[in-house]
């Protein structure tokens, strides 16, 4: 089966080709393998050279597989180059192809006694490159050197302190190494290996003249077309699979080929098949730990029809997750809020929401970090694996904390800044409706961004309100003790009061103390639900519980969201 270049490989191509740039800066999903077309002894292969279309022989492939990303671009794009070096600080400086062009250089010898700094790989590398250009002068025979720096942060971090001299001189330098130029005889192109590119000194990262070229996780098509390769040497561990790698790929959108290959080669060794569940555990298990504990799955054995209250709410919402599933991208809003004093329940609503949905919903987990540039890196990682999802439901808790806002007031400030418009931006991405439906939860909605909560980031604004009658309270109750067990009348007696602006948690944790109450003394539940409230205080204050359903009330989106009695008081 031929291999497809991907995007990002004609991207690049197409750069060099009309040499609008000769250094790269590759990031995201750069520690996967990928497809290593088979070729033939003196095959020509497709590969970077000074003219488009270059091509150049390919060495024999024993037999196809993955490869590292490093070895990759050697084998798909740099064919035509005389010399390629690979340099990361744990081997040091390597000559891939072309040592012969750098015998009579004196510090030949020495390469593999490298160790002191990161300067001093690149000062090296700097008089390696001169001497090539100088033999190549000298004996008018062109020399094309490739170089590539494998953990590119390692050797210029995002640090922009002025008491690090010898740092800014390193980003210097390889900012320096991206000018194209126009020579005859000598030409240099670099290749800098990052996860995120934010991880990147800034003279690196903001240089114009460099490429900023994303390496994506594999999409849904990709998946496919790689299983599809493997499925002779997979037949075993495929299984029901084998003939199915359109489901299978769809299964597995957000994990890596490495990932995958993992999953195969684990089956094959105890020679089982892939069921439906090792698939979900293994999709679950690699996302979230290729996003390094960034996001997480939520997996709910609850739906809508579990959740007690306000069916004007779960009425909209299934409407609206109906429009999502089946790609109605229009009617389909873009994210919610979902708002509501402390302990009613938005977490679980949206618990609810993923055991309906359908789709991948996922946790936003806590993406700040003390390192300089982490924060932004954690946060382009999110959005690659938001991005391989496809179709997925992002929820973030805490919202009003975790987004951060626009400006502050201390020294974070303008990590605070970057971070929100960074979020901004991907939430107000208009071709992500109908893709990626965003849920922030909050009690406090007022100190949510304004910018955030606009109409094309957040469209729907849903209240999750406490009881506000004696009915709801009851029906609340009622919903929250058969979850424990217990068995309430449908009718209320009618000399129980119920408490005050009855709060989902609170039913809960009432539920609990008349289950064990009931486990010990085997009393009807009713009778200890009635001596239960005549000593009940409400966990919350009740001004605070008023406010914060105030602060609600002002930020739904529709009055039809409320509670009729409530929304009734409100039209006049």
């Excluded at 090539?132 to 942060?153: K, S």
């Excluded at 495929?238 to 994990?255: S, T």
């Amino acid at each position: 089966m031929p291999a497809t270049p991907t995007d990002w490989i004609r991207e690049i191509e197409s750069r060099y080709a009309a040499n609008t740039a000769c250094q790269f800066l590759l990031h995201g999903n750069v520690r996967d393998v990928f497809w290593a077309a088979p070729t033939k002894a003196a095959e020509p292969v497709a590969v970077l050279g000074l003219q488009p279309g270059a091509t150049a022989v390919a060495p024999a492939a024993a037999a196809p597989d993955f490869l590292d990303l490093d070895d990759f671009l050697v084998r798909r794009l740099l064919g035509a180059f005389s010399v390629v070096i690979s340099l990361d600080l744990a081997h040091g400086i390597e000559v891939v192809r072309g040592s012969e062009a750098l015998q009579g250089w004196a510090q030949l010898s020495t390469l593999k006694d490298l160790r002191n700094s990161p300067k001093e790989y690149l000062e090296t590398l700097r008089q390696l490159f001169l001497f090539l250009n100088n033999r190549a002068v000298g004996e008018r025979a062109p020399v094309h050197v490739a170089a590539i720096f494998n953990d590119a942060p390692l050797l210029v971090p995002n640090e922009t302190s002025n008491l690090y001299f010898d740092l800014s001189a390193c980003a210097s330098l390889i900012r320096d190494w991206s000018r194209p130029r126009e020579h005859t005889w000598f030409s240099l192109t670099t290749f800098l290996v990052a996860d995120a590119l934010n991880d990147l000194h800034p003279i690196v990262r903001n240089n114009p003249l460099a490429a900023s070229i994303t390496v994506p996780l594999p999409s849904e098509a990709e998946l496919a077309v790689e299983l599809g390769r493997l499925q002779e040497r997979f037949a075993t561990a495929l299984g029901e699979f084998k003939e199915r790698a359109p489901v299978l790929a769809k299964r597995l959108r957000g994990v890596t080929r490495y990932s995958l290959l993992g999953l195969l080669r684990h089956h094959a060794h105890a020679g089982t098949a892939l069921t439906d569940a090792a698939v979900a555990a293994m999709r679950k298990a690699a996302v979230e730990r290729d996003s390094n504990g960034l996001i997480e799955f939520v997996e709910s054995p609850t739906t809508l029809d579990h959740y007690h209250g306000q069916p004007q709410l779960v009425a909209a919402l299934r409407t609206d997750l109906k429009l999502f599933r089946e790609g109605v991208v229009r009617a389909v809003p873009m994210g919610y809020l979902v708002t509501g004093p402390v302990g009613t329940g938005k977490t679980y609503l949206v618990n609810c929401v993923a055991g309906e949905a359908g789709v991948p919903v996922v946790v936003l987990k806590n993406f700040r970090d003390r390192w300089v540039g982490s924060s932004e890196g954690n946060l382009e990682r999110i959005f690659r694996l938001i991005d391989a999802l496809g179709q997925c439901i992002v929820f973030v808790d805490e919202a009003d904390q975790t987004l951060g806002r626009r400006t502050g007031n201390d020294s974070s400030s303008d990590v605070n800044g970057r971070l929100y418009s960074m979020l901004a931006q991907f939430m107000g991405d208009g071709a992500n409706r109908g893709r990626v439906l965003w849920m922030l939860a909050t009690s406090r909605p007022d100190l949510v961004e304004v910018d955030l909560k606009r109409p094309g980031r957040i469209d729907r604004r849903l209240p999750v309100l406490p009881a506000t009658t004696d009915d709801d309270a009851w029906a609340l109750l009622r919903g929250i003790f058969a979850r424990n067990q217990l068995v309430l009348p449908e009718s209320r007696p009618a000399d129980l009061a119920m408490p005050e602006l009855l709060t989902a948690g609170a039913a809960a944790s009432i539920a609990s103390a008349i289950f064990r109450q009931s486990y010990l003394t085997q009393r009807p539940p009713v009778e200890l639900l009635a001596e239960h409230l005549a000593n009940y205080l409400p966990p919350v204050p009740l001004e605070r519980i008023r406010e914060q359903i105030r602060l609600a009330v002002e930020e739904s989106s529709e009055l039809s969201l409320l509670p009729p009695a409530l929304a009734a008081k409100l039209r006049g």
